[in-house]
Every structure is written in structure tokens, then in C-alpha cells.
DNA sequence: GTAGGAATTGGAATAATTCTAATTCTTAAT
DNA sequence: ATTAAGAATTAGAATTATTCCAATTCCTAC
């Protein structure tokens, strides 16, 4: 287990490392996203950091975000007319988005089926990121709550 | 080959045996997705059927993509922030969008495949699309052009 | 301590899409 | 043929997510 302390130590060498200075909007929307894993919206951030730093802008979470996907922090995720989610989860790894909740589950990928996608690519087409993602309803299992 | 009157035609029909209107608009939005097989964005078809049928509205466009894509007749494709394209092939694919050239690519996908990825989800997900897509670069082969 | 660049801020601007309410078309019955 | 009723189209306004802008504030290296 991580103190809160600790977390945050973590979370601010974690930017750092990274070459970024470690402002504390970049480190309460860092630290949002890593606790909430709910893949949440930019609003849903902003509201959510707003509670903490009530003086913090949109535009700076926005420029927060965009400064974390760059630098690999984090994953953006997107569906399909919808507001772009953010996702802590740095593994490879595939969506499951709820139509009927609007939950968004992250689904393990091994690497063996990840390179048989990209063999699915002609000769000469070099992919720099493959997106996956299912969209369904997930049905809790009768026994299961 | 289809002459132009049997392509029409076979457009007309399709409509029609999907309980459609086959209306002016709707065959002339349907026939530009079918013919240019680019994956155009809404406006890019609204500028092509702008030509022949210069009183129709963005609005039309719109009206009909929805049709058509709710009716099964054409697909909707999204990447990343990017307006939404439109294709016209029906079998289940997948994209590769060069982020080079902004052209974007059908990728078949064996069946066999992706039950594999359907064989991802925990029970009780029931997915009812999957959604895969590449980005990268296309590069033209040596030898080839 | 200061200068210079980096980050933040509020508000305006943009872009894609959807909504609204009025008009025009089609269709199917009379 | 006429007509009523519903369907589709239209122009323009509205909405939503995101980006841009210009001014201010903050850090950091010297
Ligand atoms: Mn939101
Ligand atoms: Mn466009
Ligand atoms: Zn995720
Ligand atoms: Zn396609």
C-alpha cells in the first residue's frame, strides 16, 4: 500500500523523470486520473480537481492532459461520437465500453494476439498504435452481484 | 461491370428492400459514398453531392448518413478527434488511417481472428461490435510505386 | 533578486454535429 | 385527380467538445 505521501512523491517524480515540472494543476489532474480508474471525461476531471483547486481553469486541464499523453502518463481513449476519456493504464491494452451503464472496462491483450494484428498489415504499412475496442453490454452473471 | 442506369438502379433497390424512401438525396449521398471508396467525412460528401444536386443542405447529408448507417447500408468510422468517415464496404474490417497522407485503408480480418478477440472479454460481456484501427505510416515499397 | 521562458487563466473562437420549426414531397386512400 | 397524413428536406440556430489567444503569473537558472 502507498501513503498518501508516498503517492504523491511518487506522482511528482513520475513527472519530473519525465522532464516536466511538476506544477501542482499537472499533479492534481495527474493524480485524479490515477485514482479515479473510471477513465473519466476532461469535464469529469475538471469538476473532480476543481473540488481541490477551485481556482484551476478548464483550458489548464486540458493543457494538463495534453501534456500528460504526450508524455506517455497517460492513454487517451476515445469512442465514437463521445467526449475523449483518459486512462492511466500505460499496458497495451483494449476497451470494453457499456452501452447501457456507460462504464468503460479495460480488457488484457496478450502480445501474442497483439502481433497477429499487425500481421493483419500489407508489407510497407508500419503502425504506431493499434486501437481495440468492444461495445456491448456486460451482463452481471446470475450467482454473481 | 454495371453501367451507370443498372448501378443506379441496384442503389435504388437497396434502398427500397430496406423499407427505405428511396428519395432524390438519399440515392445521390448513397451513390458518392459507394463510388468514391476513400472513407470521405460528411462534408467532403456534402461538396461531391453539391455538384450534381446543388440545392441539397448539410442538414440532408447529415439526415441520410444516419439513415443509411442505421439501416446497415454504410458504415461509420471514427479516429481520434477526427470528424466521422463513411464506408461502404459491409464486412467486418478494419482501418489503417496513414497519418502521413490522411488516407485510410480497409484491413480484412479473418473471422478466425477476431473470434479470438471476441475470446478477450470475461463472461458475461457480450459485445455487440468490435471496433479495430491502426495508425501509422504507409510507406510505398522499394521497387514499387 | 532578476530576467526569460513556461504555465496558467478566462474568454473568445472553432468545428462537427444535432436540433428546431417551417416547408415541401410522397403515398395511399378516396 | 384530390387530398390528408406522414415523411423528408431545409436553413439556420444551438450545442458540445476542444482549441486558440493574449494577458498574467509562476518558476528556475543565473
Ligand atoms: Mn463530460
Ligand atoms: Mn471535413
Ligand atoms: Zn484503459
Ligand atoms: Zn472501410
Keep these: 500500500m502507498h501513503s498518501p505521501t508516498e503517492n504523491r512523491d511518487t506522482l511528482t517524480k ?14 492534481v489532474v495527474f493524480k485524479v ?4 480508474r473510471t477513465h ?5 476531471i475538471f469538476a473532480m480537481v476543481k473540488a481541490q483547486m ?4 478548464l483550458a489548464t486541464v486540458y493543457n494538463c492532459l495534453e501534456t500528460l499523453v504526450q508524455n506517455g502518463l497517460v492513454r487517451q481513449v476515445n469512442f465514437d461520437r463521445a467526449p475523449t476519456r483518459y486512462c492511466p493504464n500505460l499496458h497495451e491494452h483494449a476497451h470494453f465500453h457499456d452501452e447501457v451503464t456507460g462504464e468503460v472496462h479495460d480488457i488484457e491483450v496478450p502480445v501474442e494476439l497483439l502481433s497477429q494484428l ?3 498489415l500489407p508489407a510497407g504499412y508500419d503502425a504506431s498504435a493499434i486501437e481495440l475496442s468492444f461495445r456491448g453490454k456486460a ?7
Design 33 to 36: 486520473i490515477l485514482e479515479k
Design 40 to 44: 473519466p471525461t476532461a469535464d469529469e
Design 54 to 57: 477551485p481556482t484551476i481553469s
Design 118 to 120: 499487425r500481421a493483419l
Design 14 to 27: 513520475r513527472l519530473t523523470d519525465t522532464g516536466l515540472r511538476p506544477t501542482p494543476q499537472r499533479e
Design 139 to 145: 451482463s452481471p452473471l446470475p450467482g454473481h452481484n
